[in-house]
């Protein structure tokens, strides 16, 4: 079963018990985002470094998003870049990063490629496809360019503090049964009135 619906339903469920549960569960996520979203406004997780490009998503992001994106930075400190050739714009890094397994230091190589006429980076670790969030090796080179503001398709409004959700707007039985005729009318049915 969906991890949405962890604790509220089981395979006994009926269907009346799902759709009171089901409000109840979605009530809790709005609720909990709207917590989120608040602390987002209202508390500001500080930069691990002073790059221009880490202030770039504190001010943007959600707490939850930018805590991803800071744990990048800190990773970011254990990564050696060196380039390696130019074609035209497109230059490429080879990237080290060092990871401790127990007592030992294992050397990871990946490469970064920049066209700097686009301002575009691509990593072949691929975390920006697969979490949308630019990983520790291509910020590794980006610091070493000196790039210093991102451009708008690295910084996802998905994530943005200022993003209204959709899915908040929906009407629910939780939601004041005086402003909607139709619930009305399903409540003095309901009741045998």
Not at 9 to 19: I, M
Not at 77 to 83: I, L, R, T, V
Not at 163 to 184: F, L
Request: hydrophobic share 35%.
């Amino acid at each position: 079963m969906n991890a949405f619906f962890d604790g509220y339903v089981h395979s006994r469920t009926t269907l009346k018990e799902f759709v009171d549960e089901y409000d109840n569960a979605l009530r809790r996520m709005v609720e909990s985002e709207t917590r989120a979203d608040f602390d987002s406004f209202n508390r500001t997780i500080s930069c691990i470094s002073a790059l221009q490009i880490e202030k770039q998503f504190q001010v943007v992001y959600t707490n939850a998003k930018y805590k991803e994106v800071h744990d990048q930075f800190v990773k970011m400190m254990s990564c050696n870049n060196s380039h390696l050739k130019s074609e035209g714009a497109i230059s490429t890094f080879e990237v080290i990063e060092y990871v401790a397994v127990g007592d030992h230091l294992i050397e990871k190589t990946f490469l970064v490629y920049f066209n700097e006429d686009e301002l575009e980076v691509k990593c072949t670790c691929a975390l920006f496809e697969v979490r949308g969030i630019l990983c520790r090796h291509s910020l590794s080179m980006l610091r070493t360019k000196k790039v210093t503001t991102l451009p708008q398709r690295y910084v996802l409004d998905r994530w943005m503090k200022d993003i209204k959700r959709e899915y908040s707007k929906v009407k629910s039985s939780y939601d004041a049964i005086g402003d909607n005729p139709h619930a009305q009318i399903y409540d003095k049915l309901s009741k045998g009135a």
